[in-house]
């Protein structure tokens, strides 16, 4: 049977966002589908990490682990669910488009030259990831958001180190992000607790996870910094309190010039795997054609 592909992203491709995650995710679900394979997510996770790394975690939907395995052919080195969406619900995601363009080191090719250069890639594959994977999945069965956000900003960290310990070195993150990552801490401290945590991939844009609980805190943060930038249309805090306190409490310089380096915000909560829709929001035609207006890859 001859296939004929439509992939389309509602959010900037190449950019260190997941865009070859969702794609490929999708694109293997509707594959299995079509050829109504009996393959679990597990299975088929292992599929879609041939095309992109992340994209064995994109097949579930919730709260997801990549075990990295120990079979020299990769077989076990599947996705697994920790934790579905029903368990924490609350948990939100502002993302912040510092960049929309195409990276300059893909992903792939920037793992691959981490590997073969890095030495602390090694230290962090056999030591620290393995740890704080543990570390992580027990702080998601217990909800436990200050774990979580510790977690996963010194793993964001990490990763970007051994990004720049790379020959020659990698530099995904830009003055934008590093000025994010301030926001994010000093956001913290103004609160007198976690309410926020920053995480960025293989790009300069940052993820801002946060609970449904503190959204004022995060909304305070956001129209203050950010006034302006499309994907804030409509929003506002629904209490002043907070966007008083930043205003009084915040380093003077941290409220000033990061606005110019955000194109967009992504305001998302956590969700499901692929799934497959009706006709009318298909990409494609009865011929199998692609819609007026997209093309096919």
């Known amino acids: 049977m001859n296939l004929h592909i439509v992939s389309e992203n509602n959010f900037p491709t190449a950019a260190g966002l997941a865009s070859s995650a969702a794609g490929f995710a999708a694109l293997v679900r509707a594959v299995a589908d079509l050829y109504l394979l009996p393959h679990s997510e597990s299975e088929l996770s292992q599929i879609a990490r041939q095309g992109s790394g992340s994209a064995c975690r994109s097949m579930f939907g919730g709260y997801v682990a990549w075990n990295m395995g120990v079979q020299h052919d990769g077989s076990d080195s599947v996705a697994e669910q920790v934790a579905p969406t029903s368990h924490w619900p609350q948990m939100r995601a502002a993302i912040l488009v510092v960049s929309a363009a195409k990276k300059g080191v893909s992903s792939t090719a920037g793992m691959q030259h981490t590997v073969a250069t890095s030495t602390l890639f090694v230290q962090r594959a056999k030591h620290v990831v393995p740890e704080r994977m543990q570390k992580m999945k027990d702080a998601i069965q217990q909800r436990d958001f200050a774990t979580f956000a ?38 913290n401290r103004v609160a007198g607790k976690t309410v926020a945590a920053y995480t960025f991939d293989a790009g300069p844009n940052a993820v801002i996870y946060y609970l449904a609980e503190n959204e004022r805190w995060i909304m305070a943060l956001l129209t203050s910094c950010f006034e302006g930038v499309p994907g804030l249309e409509g929003v506002a805090t629904k209490d002043k309190e907070e966007k008083n306190v930043l205003l009084e409490n915040f380093d003077v310089w941290l409220l000033k010039g990061v606005i110019d380096g955000v194109s967009r915000i992504i305001l998302t909560s956590i969700g499901e795997g692929p799934e497959k829709v009706d006709d009318k929001r298909s990409l494609i035609d009865a011929k199998g054609e692609p819609l007026k207006g997209r093309k096919a890859s």
Not at 159 to 169: E, I, K, Q, R
């Open 150 to 187: 510790d977690l996963t900003m010194k793993d964001s960290n990490s990763f970007h180190a051994v990004c720049l310990d790379t020959s020659p070195p990698i530099f995904y993150l830009n003055d934008t992000s590093r000025a994010i990552i301030r926001l994010v801490e000093e956001l």
